[in-house]
């Protein structure tokens, strides 16, 4: 199994040349074939339950292994008892892995009851609806590639944006700029 953590996503999903969600779990499809390959398994078909277009990614599948006839669509879970077991199992693994995770940041009161982590549970959106901390937001089990997340900072008042020198991509405006907006600070930064 290939687990995706929220800070690799988003990670991958915020850098100046997105590595988007879907083609992560697609690349973490081929790798998981790709083991099972090379242990020594015969692989002559495979269900897979798509991410994006289903014939664009049966053709990548395709094109990587060209031995191995692949049915590739949406909702294949629902048609598939080997999908469905697959998905099962990642659903459980996932609740497992959530209920046990080892937060890398002091979280002070805020409650680990953030439910199912979609946007339709009322736990996890009850979780969402207050910001662990106005600069930094949630801790690292929360995507901030995540349309709900950025949103919930763009309509925050109390969230800082921040602009890094990297992300000015040799922009001098956007460098005067920031060199501006730094040295109106009021030094409650301390001596850098």
Known sequence: MRSLLPSEISRNMLRPNPYNLNQMS????????RKL???????????IDT?????????????QFPGIEFVVESKADAKYASCSAASVVAKVSRDKFMTGWKFTEELGGLSREFGSGYPSDPKCKA???????PLFGYGDIVRFSWAPIK?????????????????LDDDEDGLIQQQKGMSSCDGSFGNW
């Not at 697609?26 to 074939?33: A, G, Q, R």
């Not at 900072?153 to 800082?160: I, K, Y």
């Open 37 to 47: 390959l090379d242990a020594g398994l015969k692989v002559k078909k495979a269900y």
């Open 127 to 133: 979780w969402l609806e207050n910001l662990q901390d």
């Open 26 to 33: 697609h690349d973490s499809t081929m790798l998981m074939i």
């Open 151 to 167: 949103n919930k900072f763009e309509e925050s008042e109390e969230a800082v944006n921040v602009l890094f020198q990297a992300d």
């Open 51 to 63: 991410v994006g277009n289903p014939y664009t990614y049966r053709r990548k599948l395709e094109g």
